[in-house]
């Protein structure tokens, strides 16, 4: 059974930098054509994929955002992480990590975590 | 940027069939995936590789995709089929640039 666990503040200022770290289980990073991806969805907004991050270790990144942010794994832990640097209230929304399957396909979901930036 | 263009909202009759189109230019070369995403859940995969239909996903959501163009299908629409649809795909670059479409409100009524 694959679940996926997004963990994180839920309240962080402008200008700081946001750690989200997803736990996953029922996979391994390891496995050929594994990877994890983060999304995020602002509130009443369209999903925008963030960052994915294979199993052989790359990386991708949005380009629109890819100064700002950096993805991890921590394969013995069975996590991934996103940093996003100098946070702004634009940045406020429901962030999901998915297991993505050949590194487009997302076919399971964490519940999602709601981060607001605001001073 | 790559952009994929959805329509903001289909609206059809109960026991209708609703389309929903997504177009982008690397749809000739590049597959289409569409995600259903209902009120305050987390998106669901319904349609991967254009066409293929997830385990346990109904055999009334179906996909198809010509030229620039690729295509949702729910046959039978029914109220439970309200919610959001989301494609997604990449772009020509020879890493990963990943895009959603602007979503598609489906209401059924």
């Known amino acids: 059974q694959v679940t996926l666990r997004e963990s994180g503040p839920a309240l962080v200022k402008p200008t700081q930098t946001l750690t989200l770290t997803c736990t996953f289980s029922?996979?391994?990073?390891?496995?050929?054509?594994?990877?994890v991806s983060w999304i995020r969805q602002p509130p009443g907004k369209a999903l925008e994929w963030l960052a994915l991050?294979?199993?052989?270790?790359?990386?991708y990144y949005s380009p629109s955002l890819k100064t700002r942010l950096t993805i991890s794994k921590a394969t013995s832990k069975n996590q991934v992480v996103l940093t996003m640097t100098n946070m702004d209230p634009i940045d406020t929304a429901t962030y999901y990590c998915?297991?993505?399957?050949?590194?487009?396909?997302?076919?399971?979901w964490g519940q999602g975590t709601l981060v607001t930036v605001s001073s | 940027s790559y952009e994929l263009t959805q329509p903001p909202s289909v609206s059809v009759s109960p026991g209708q069939t609703a389309r929903i189109t997504c177009s982008g230019d690397?749809?000739?070369?590049?597959?289409a995936y569409w995600y259903q995403q209902k009120s305050g859940q987390a998106p669901v995969l319904v349609i991967s590789?254009?066409?293929r239909r997830p385990s346990g996903i109904p055999e009334k959501f179906s996909g198809s995709s010509s030229g620039k163009v690729a295509t949702l299908t729910i046959s039978g629409a029914h109220v439970e089929d309200e919610a959001d649809y989301y494609c997604?795909?990449?772009?020509?670059?020879?890493?990963?640039?990943?895009?959603f479409g602007g979503g598609t409100k489906l209401t059924v009524l």
């Open positions: 998915a297991r993505t399957v050949a590194g487009v396909n997302f076919d399971y």
């Open positions: 029922g996979f391994s990073l390891t496995t050929s054509g594994m990877c």
């Open positions: 991050i294979a199993w052989d270790g790359d990386k």
């Open positions: 690397a749809l000739p070369k590049k597959f």
């Open positions: 590789e254009d066409s």
């Open positions: 997604y795909s990449t772009d020509f670059s020879g890493g990963h640039n990943g895009v």
